[in-house]
């Protein structure tokens, strides 16, 4: 299985992994990496080394915003981690995440980064009142 | 200036406002509503409904995803309080939630939507090694 890392500025990973867990519950092989303040560059790289060595060889990093610590730290040990397949985006929100989560078993690194990407554009959408829409967003139900 | 809400599962909200204040420091007119565990959707939507009162006429909402509580009751409160004008979108990451927190003074807020659609959609990538971005990834410089 596809091991996958969230990493951001302060708690962005915490925040996003408990999304996760309250719409999908818990899910195996996901480790979050908060770069808090106070921390340095060095041990951010070190968590994120270190919880890429606990998920084995194929790891999709999910980071804040392309430029920050956590990309480019990430960017840094997919080119020192020769051994490993790694592959780091950003801009990450939770239609990409939980997307790469729960389709993980049935793709491939490629197709799930494609995944990834369409799943995350995909789900930024403006609210536009439409007679459709209403129906669809008058009711109590939903998660 | 046009108010802020984040809103989504979990602490959704904290999180990305966490990231917020690392990377930009402390922003007026802007309020994180997490919806957790245990919390049902009427007290999430009179959250909302109180943090949209504070914040005044222009308020802009931005969610975990769409057809979720935090999505829908924004929806549902963009209906019912039609003395404010509200926009809610979905599928909010960091570069989005960026521009519109710093680029609320300059635009308004239709402009402000477009803008967050373009730097959501525009932030997601996935890294690809070239020869010019090995360059500018391999320094340790950064945010």
Redesign the interface.
Known sequence: MIGIIVS?????????L??????AGEQDMVIGID???GQG?VELKNNIKDAMNKLGDEILVLT??????P??N???L??ELTDKKI??????????L?EVVLKRDDNDMKEL?QL??MA??N?????E?KEKQ?ED????D??
Do not use: R, W
């Open positions: 951001g500025h302060g708690n962005f990973a915490s925040g996003l408990s999304t996760v867990k309250l719409i770069f808090v303040d560059s804040d915003l392309a430029g920050g610590s990309f480019m990430s960017v840094l997919k080119q592959e780091v985006i950003s801009g990450t929100n939770i239609p990409m939980l980064m990834a990407k995350g554009t789900g930024i959408n403006i609210f009142l209403e967003y008058n009711s109590d939903g998660i």
